[in-house]
């Protein structure tokens, strides 16, 4: 039943709601991808870049600004101005690389401070793998055929202070068995140097390596996520297996600079939500491996901040360092 009070509040909802409805881009959009093509957070960037020219009337464009495990490319967005048409789309590593920046001192930007989170665009778990020849099928077979190895096996990473890298700090203090990190410029890199053989253990999320999962090249060997990925149910998460501290939830999102005005910040919300919705574009998600997103922007600052608040004392604790 409509109250009183919300009749009283419609006029003066109603001019607020229409100057979101009208914005329109001035020109062409650039999502910061901070990552190389070819991975995960590349490829689901281009699918809502698609959607969004259609709906926007305005040209939306990817832009990778790979390094320095993703912070070149936030770091791009966190300074520019605040008008809608610089966006930054992330991955779970924003949360490990800014830690990892803050316990240096050396900290370009603040997640909290400078970014306005708009809303997720998929949930993708995050799976640990290994090279096909590598004799393991869990963490605690890996844990022992790396005590086992004449030399130090490798693991690769997306960068320092990445989420892998974190998560191989983890399971090699927990574990208490050798690895050395060896870091790449995003996920496709160390997906292919896994398939060559040369990195013996690594992880990304899902997307990136669901393809050679199930063509056999490379072997799951654990998920990250609090639940086993719908894509490959027969893949025990960590904490299953007795690595609870490594337990990361795997995402990728939109965020805006911050200050951008309201009207901006609630129309390209209304625009990528409805784009998670669309089935063209839910459908192509879901054969990822991952899950559409479309969450209010509270509901997404609040999942980011916290995993933040959660990954900032592993970091000090590990001593986590960029390069």
Avoid: C
Wanted: charged share 15%.
């Amino acid at each position: 039943m409509t109250t009183r009070r919300a009749l009283l509040a419609a006029p003066l909802f109603l001019p607020a709601l229409a100057r979101a409805q009208n914005w329109t881009p001035s020109g062409p959009i650039r999502i910061i991808v901070p990552f190389p093509a070819g991975g995960t957070t590349d490829i689901l960037a281009r699918l809502y870049a698609q959607r969004l020219t259609e709906t926007l009337g305005s040209s939306v464009v990817v832009e990778n600004r790979g390094g320095a495990g993703g912070s070149i490319g936030a770091d791009v967005v966190a300074k520019a101005a605040p008008d809608g048409q610089t966006l930054l789309f992330h991955n779970l590593t924003f949360s490990t690389t800014t830690a990892a920046l803050e316990h240096m001192g050396r900290a370009p930007h603040s997640i909290e401070r400078d970014f306005a989170p708009i809303t997720l665009g998929a949930n993708v778990p995050m799976m640990l793998l290994v090279a096909k020849d590598v004799p393991v099928n869990n963490l605690r077979d890996m844990v022992e055929w790396a005590k086992r190895q004449p030399t130090t096996p490798f693991y690769g990473s997306t960068g320092p202070g990445s989420t892998m890298n974190l998560v191989g700090e983890v399971l090699k203090r927990d574990g208490s068995f050798p690895m050395e990190h060896v870091p790449f410029r995003g996920a496709a890199p160390l997906v292919q140097e896994m398939l060559a053989g040369r990195i013996h253990f690594g992880g990304d999320q899902l997307s990136s390596s669901l393809q050679h999962i199930r063509g056999g090249a490379l072997k799951p060997v654990a998920t990250l996520s609090a639940t086993r990925a719908r894509a490959v149910p027969d893949v025990p998460t960590v904490r299953e297996q007795g690595f609870p501290n490594a337990e990361l939830l795997g995402w990728n999102g939109f965020f805006a600079p911050a200050r951008t005005p309201e009207p901006i910040l609630t129309r390209l919300h209304t625009e990528i939500a409805a784009a998670a919705r669309h089935a063209p574009v839910a459908a192509r998600i879901e054969e990822l491996g991952a899950e559409p997103g479309g969450n209010s922007p509270a509901e997404f600052g609040a999942m980011v901040h916290a995993q933040v608040a959660h990954v900032r004392p592993l970091v000090r604790e590990l001593q986590l360092q960029m390069g």
